[in-house]
């Protein structure tokens, strides 16, 4: 069964930190690229950052770019979103999800239930 668990997520406040994880299960993780997205209340689910499959190459929206970090270890089958400097409006469902194909092109497959990160001003 494949599965990814997004955990980590939480209420903090402006300014404070939080560290997602994304726990994959059931497919062979090392060929998938994995991205994280976000969803606030009312607005469409924004893409926020990628790591490829080796964790060569790596995408970070400009939203969060300088505040956010996305890293791998295929040794545990997690990835890692690190969020600094928060602010109010990264409040949002947080998602991962592992795609395959072009890194230009990437095609998610596979998704989790997602975890609330709510940020207070």
């Known amino acids: 069964e494949v599965q990814l668990v997004e955990s980590g997520g939480g209420l903090v406040q402006a300014g404070g930190s939080l560290r997602l994880s994304c726990t994959v299960s059931?497919?062979?993780?090392?060929?998938?690229?994995i991205g994280w997205f976000r969803q606030a209340p009312g607005k469409e689910r924004e893409g926020v950052s990628c790591?490829?499959?080796?964790?060569?190459?790596?995408h970070v929206a400009d939203s969060v770019k300088g505040r956010f970090t996305i890293s791998r270890d295929n040794a545990k089958n997690t990835v890692y979103l690190q969020m600094n400097s928060l602010k109010p409006e990264d409040t949002a469902v947080y998602y991962c999800a592992a795609g395959a194909g072009r890194w230009s092109d990437l095609k998610y497959d596979y998704w989790g239930q997602g975890t609330q990160v709510t940020v207070s001003s």
């Open positions: 790591i490829g499959s080796r964790g060569a190459s790596t």
């Open positions: 059931g497919f062979s993780f090392d060929d998938y690229a």
